[in-house]
């Protein structure tokens, strides 16, 4: 139907079509002729110009070839090997403009997007590109502001780290306010609402943020009311009524790290939820003695695909999210002997940055027995595989473990949770009401009515069950997920009876 007409299908002369299917098949076998001569210069190891025009000449019909885009890479690192630095970032600016070209056409593409953040790493001035990348994707989301790939790529720039831009190119308050921005522009922006979760607590950390989340619970509101059948504000929602404390971190573990990672010297990862000062050793026990001469030095976390850190100083006002505690020559760790190695005092001996305070934990205990390579961390130097660390303490302490892919580091999630005054609830709850008043029939009210009354409490399941029961009429293709909530807190007020009886 076309303006409530209907849409009448023209003849099309076949002639045209059989010319057209000609041109389409000429174009194919050209693509395929490209493929097979770029895989032969592959594995001929000819990475010359001509295998870097064969490259482009793909990419530009095709940017979802990946292993085109590999070689390619391999290309240009061998020949920027040979070249000067100016001449590299002449190099590699003409690559980000070839990259603009080809997003024009495909914004959405993943590999386009991975290698512009491979070239960005490889400029050996990349301050002045960060910028005006900043500048591209900003006009790219005027244009599409739920372009996910766009919004991943402004992360990536605003957590690049580079010597020539020592505070980075933008504050988390600056990024907080450009949510608020697109937010306002378009309720309906996940992306944005997402991407403000993310850098609320840092925006606010000098102060303002319960004030602010006043003023967010109002920008909820007048999202909801407006489009209440769009999910983007009521997610956001549940993340404000389920926020996590701000201001507290914590030692998330240990880890023992041993021979052969560090030429013969064994000692403790400790991991912490943010980076921490030392102020003075902790008191490290190995069974019931304690170790004397235990060294002390900050870890960086290095990742394969981030350019080489720099040398890490070893001075002991150094912040980091984890720290090395190197236990002396003769305190070694007999396989098939049982131990345990305490480490006390670490709220003593660790300082958190201004604005956060660490928790008074409870000691450090590891307990090791049988063959010490089985509980080895892979590390060498002054550097950590964080990623690796991280996905070792998941198993071990069964704890979640949040990927941050636009800043490239992997940590732990490391609030501990703060319940949400009961005043906030109830205003929340009444405010839902007045909604389901005048839209009904809107699952996401009624669904967010039921999480609601199950933080605020009560044995009473009356109302939630007649809620869920409503949903499963409104909702038939989520009627079962509607059933299995109804049946889990019935589940639940069982237990909790039998528990308390």
Not at 43 to 62: C, G, H, K, P, V
Not at 196 to 217: H, M, P
Not at 229 to 234: E, G, K, R, T, V
């Amino acid at each position: 139907m076309e303006h409530g007409r209907k849409k009448e299908q023209k003849e099309v002369d076949p002639k045209i079509l059989e010319a057209k299917k000609e041109r389409e098949q000429k174009r194919i076998e050209e693509y395929r002729q490209l493929l097979r001569d770029v895989r032969h210069k592959r594995a001929a190891q000819e990475r010359d110009d001509a295998a870097l025009a064969l490259t482009r000449s793909i990419l530009t019909i095709n940017p979802e070839a990946y292993d085109v885009w590999n070689f390619r890479r391999v290309i240009l690192i061998e020949q920027f090997g040979q070249l000067p630095p100016d001449e590299v970032q002449t190099r590699c600016k003409a690559e980000l403009r070839l990259l603009d070209e080809l997003l024009k056409v495909f914004p959405k593409s993943y590999w386009l997007w991975n290698h512009r953040q491979w070239v960005l790493q490889t400029l050996p001035h990349p301050e002045k590109e960060i910028a005006r990348d900043l500048a591209l994707v900003a006009a790219m989301l005027n244009l599409d502001a739920r372009n996910f790939h766009g919004w991943d790529y402004r992360r990536y720039l605003i957590a690049f780290r580079d010597p020539a831009i020592p505070n980075g190119i933008s504050t988390p308050k600056t990024e907080f306010d450009y949510t608020t921005k697109k937010i306002d522009q378009n309720f309906s922006n996940y992306s944005a609402w997402h991407y403000r979760s993310t850098v609320l607590n840092k925006a606010f950390a000098s102060g303002g943020l319960e004030e602010q989340l006043e003023k967010d619970f109002e920008l909820v509101r007048s999202a909801i009311y407006t489009e209440p059948a769009d999910q983007s504000a009521w997610l956001y929602q549940r993340w404000l009524l389920g926020r996590q404390q701000s201001n507290v971190l914590s030692c998330l573990g240990g880890f023992l790290v041993g021979p052969p990672s560090l030429d013969g010297e064994t000692g403790i990862l400790v991991v912490f939820s943010a980076a921490v000062d030392v102020v003075a050793p902790p008191v490290v026990c190995l069974n019931t003695t304690a170790l004397v001469g235990v060294s002390m030095r900050p870890v960086s976390p290095a990742h394969l695909q981030e350019r080489t850190p720099a040398e890490s100083t070893t001075t002991t006002t150094t912040s980091s999210q984890f720290w090395f505690l190197g236990f002396p020559n003769d305190a070694t760790l007999v396989s098939g002997n049982s131990r345990t190695i305490h480490v006390r005092s670490l709220h003593e001996a660790f300082q958190a940055p201004s604005g956060l305070r660490l928790h008074r934990t409870v000691d450090l205990e590891l307990d090791v027995e049988g063959d010490l390579s089985r509980f080895v961390v892979p590390f060498t130097g002054e550097y950590v595989d964080a990623d690796h660390v991280m996905r070792a303490f998941r198993v071990s302490q069964g704890s979640e473990v949040v990927s941050d892919h636009e800043s490239r580091t992997t940590h732990v999630n490391q609030w501990a949770p703060q319940p949400v005054s009961r005043d906030i609830l109830l205003r929340e709850i009444e405010s839902l009401r007045e909604l389901i008043e005048i839209e009904p029939d809107s699952k996401w009210p009624l669904l967010t009515l039921v999480y609601l009354l199950d933080r605020l409490g009560g044995d009473d399941l009356k109302e939630r069950e007649e809620i869920l029961d409503r949903l499963s009429h409104l909702d038939r293709k989520r009627e079962i997920f509607y059933q299995d909530l109804k049946s889990r807190r019935r589940f639940d007020k069982i237990v909790s009876s039998i528990l308390k009886g």
